[in-house]
């Protein structure tokens, strides 16, 4: 028999109702009025057809109303498609149209935005949260959920690929609990415990905040938009417990903070997003800061592998220890384990990894075996178990906590009338850790620069994936079978950007 | 697709190894000695055939190769079959051969009682822990596993049911799963946490302990008997953070505390086991000590509703809410949900309740509709869904924490060649909150006395489920159909034992 579970928001609402569900520099909300929002949303979107196994797209910034969807969705056992904001207006419009999305769900400030994805496609109802006409509570509805199959799908969050299209992860109610579940074994909670979430909801890794909040009943501190000196007097005077941040966001807050010092019940920095520079981690160790660096992908409904801070020093550049219930091996190409500091693909297991792509069949079965995702990261364990990533996924360019795909954007420029052929890779950048750039080789005759390109990606691409240089070539590196040799691209660059 | 979970202690003394497992009065063990010991354990009883689905009794005090025992079975796939130290050896015989025990694993304490479980039934094997040869620990052996299916069964806990013989409760990994993550969810952990195991660990209570210190990674501090001072001074002296008991356990702590207080770090004396008198709560609101009244059943696994201690006083007599999980709902005869403030059954639902009975298919079909188990118990929920137990199952006798069914001593009763007729029920007592009391027809010329049948209870039940008083009476009361009026029994005891 399916295993039920009680609607999450509505048991939190139940057993704590009083307590703090969500602030903001201007608002706070208990759980109970979370979930009176929630509940008079969804029947709002009911009246838009909206009802079980269907999509509804979110185009909105870090906002009460964002989390307030995410619940409304639930509570219709819809599904809900977090977009990245950042993406240009075709790549949403095909992310909407790909998921089937009855309803797009967006915010004031995306209005612009939107106008130009319906000029894209226009299969979908569009509506402003920001707009809607006061909601009404009304009574308890037969368009509500109270409970749901815990292996329902919640959400569908793209995800970039090494080829073409981003494909659209599916993950479950069990796969959120199940990162929930492993975070809190891993890191304990208590009544103190306040998160702060200021990494984008759109991204596992908000999404996961607002998830633990309503499982733990636990506050949520909410900014809309990254300001290190915001969130630091977050931690220092607001009494903020744990922030999920990536790399470059600690440079800048730890920059910030200059000679202040952190409270000592400030308990976990989680860390996540790519590799993180020794040198920061030194300072952070100096200055007490309780730094947990994680690996984990969309795939995995956030973290997946964690390394506390007592391992600071002693693992320096280990992303750590499975959580409980999770399981790291590393393979060879044959898919066989490899031994203790051999390297190889990491493989990974458990409750919150994902069952699949939505609609890619293939896809799915190449990735998932046996229940392992075979994630393309390569990595080793050392003989504690200790896991060590070496490389992210073939090429991936990691920007600001960004994943950016070498393949989306040649994909982009090779669709250009006078390109032939394009390779992208990342180079190094202070502020970003690393930006994209493009090698192209011109077709025969043809007059177009670098700004005609950068152009022309901006159209279709989201900024941050638009290459930042543009070198012109003969010809581009490829092996006997004809592939594209990225990693002798990266050769060209000058010897400080490689 | 099965879900696989690693198996709990090898995956805790891999993420953890160092961290303290269990402490007693003169040791100390980390999880990496602890699983050590498992695995040793493991493969002694692989030698006695022992393999999945094999069913491996256990009768033996509060220790640490008691705890061994437990994860050495898991180690091998079978099933733990915990017995009650305190039950009779025709009552153990009976439940070792209903469940099909492959090995009866006992200790030195109860080497006389198991020479007579031997002499009563003889289908098993039986091995005393404490004169196993040194155990080898050898290669990792295939014999053990790394994975269980989380439905697997991991414990048989027998139960006392309303009729005959005590029923097996089959509780799975996956139900000592929920129920563990239903408490970290309400009392949270942290990495200060220890808690005391004094209750029985053959009873859920401590067997769910056992399942929390290896889930969480935190200290299980391990008395061989309860101990009123030794109990306080492992709270005053020994950084135990948390304690269960039940309220014969509390009311002598209380006592022996004096004019003592728990320092400010205790912070949780879970406390189950049936009702509590509201002087003893307002000696604890005195003496500001954290109690968290719950309500619970070898069928959920150990609580499924608890209590906050922030709502001691406005609730009062209430077990509170459910676990995050899990849900409660009050039924009519009917099963038809009643108002809030109407008495009626208890009817519980989560991951942790079990999903049935041993070999009763019966039994499971009447208790358990529509994965909602019905408990027997009566009760109601107020307008704010706290839940307020009135009665425990139909007669249920709570005597210092332990379940005495009338119906089980009233078949011994009858047994008797002399009796023919007889009704037993709880009796107040100061020491026991109830002890049972017999009421006897005999048949017409029976010569026997009131010790004459106390002799004859003692051979068949624990000591503790033997009746203290017996009245005989010319005839007992009954309704038109039959069936014995208990509660008329109730009302021949002195009015003040009523």
């Not at 409304?72 to 149209?97: C, D, F, H, K, M």
């Not at 130009?116 to 226009?122: D, N």
């Not at 200021?198 to 890794?205: E, N």
């Not at 950068?454 to 930042?468: E, G, H, I, N, S």
Request: with cysteine; proline share 4%; aromatic share 8%.
């Amino acid at each position: 028999m399916e295993n039920m579970i009680p609607l999450w928001l509505k048991q939190r609402a139940f057993l704590t109702p009083n307590r703090l569900a969500i602030e903001t520099e201007s608002r706070a909300l208990t759980f109970q009025e979370l979930d009176e929002s929630a509940r008079a949303l969804a029947l709002t979107l009911a009246t838009y057809g909206i009802t079980s196994d269907m999509k509804v797209a979110l185009l909105q910034d870090n906002t009460v109303e964002m989390i307030t969807s995410y619940h409304a969705i639930s509570y219709l056992g819809a599904i809900a498609v977090p977009l990245n904001t950042r993406l240009s207006a075709r790549e949403l419009a095909w992310q909407v149209s790909d998921c089937e999305a009855a309803l797009l769900l967006y915010d004031n400030a995306h209005q612009e935005k939107v106008n130009s994805i319906v000029l894209e496609r226009s299969s979908f109802q569009v509506c402003n949260i920001n707009t809607l006409d006061q909601l009404v509570v009304g009574e308890e509805h037969h368009y509500l959920k109270a409970e749901m199959r815990s292996d329902a799908p919640h959400t569908i969050i793209y995800t970039s690929g090494t080829t073409g299209h981003p494909k659209g992860v599916l993950l479950t109610y069990a796969n959120h609990w199940g990162s929930a579940i492993g975070s809190v074994l891993n890191l304990g909670c208590t009544l103190e415990d306040k998160w702060l979430a200021v990494v984008p909801l759109f991204h596992v890794s908000g999404l996961s905040i607002i998830m633990r909040s309503v499982i733990y009943g636990m506050p949520l501190r909410l900014h809309r938009h990254f300001d290190a000196k915001a969130v630091n007097e977050a931690i220092i005077h607001h009494k903020v417990t744990m922030v999920s941040v990536v790399t470059a966001m600690l440079t800048k807050m730890v920059e910030e903070l200059g000679d202040q010092r952190y409270p000592e019940t400030f308990r976990c920095m989680l860390l996540g997003g790519g590799p993180v520079p020794e040198p920061l981690l030194k300072v952070c160790l100096d200055k007490n800061i309780p730094v947990y660096q994680t690996y984990g992908l969309s795939e995995t409904a956030s973290q997946i592998v964690t390394l506390s801070p007592e391992h600071m020093i002693t693992k320096t550049g280990s992303a750590g220890k499975p959580l409980f219930s999770a399981q790291v091996k590393i393979v060879d190409e044959h898919g066989d384990r490899v031994a203790a500091n051999q390297a190889g693909e990491i493989v990974v297991k458990g409750p919150n990894v994902t069952s699949g792509y939505y609609k890619r069949e293939e896809a799915t079965q190449q990735a998932i075996k046996n229940q392992w995702l075979h994630t393309g990261d390569m990595g080793y364990l050392d003989e504690e178990g200790f896991l060590f990533v070496l490389d992210r996924r073939k090429d991936l360019i990691v920007s600001g906590g960004e994943n950016i795909y070498p393949a989306e954007i040649e994909s982009v420029l090779l669709s250009h009338p006078e390109v032939e052929e394009a390779g992208v890779v990342g180079m190094k950048d202070e502020k970003w850790g690393r930006v994209p750039v493009a090698f192209v080789k011109l077709k025969n005759k043809a007059k177009i620069t670098e700004t005609d390109l950068q152009m022309f990606c901006r159209d279709a691409l989201a900024k941050y994936k638009v290459p930042t240089r543009f070198y012109f070539m003969d010809s581009l590196p490829r092996n006997a079978s004809g592939k594209l040799l990225r990693r002798e691209l990266v050769k060209r660059l000058p010897s400080d950007f490689q």
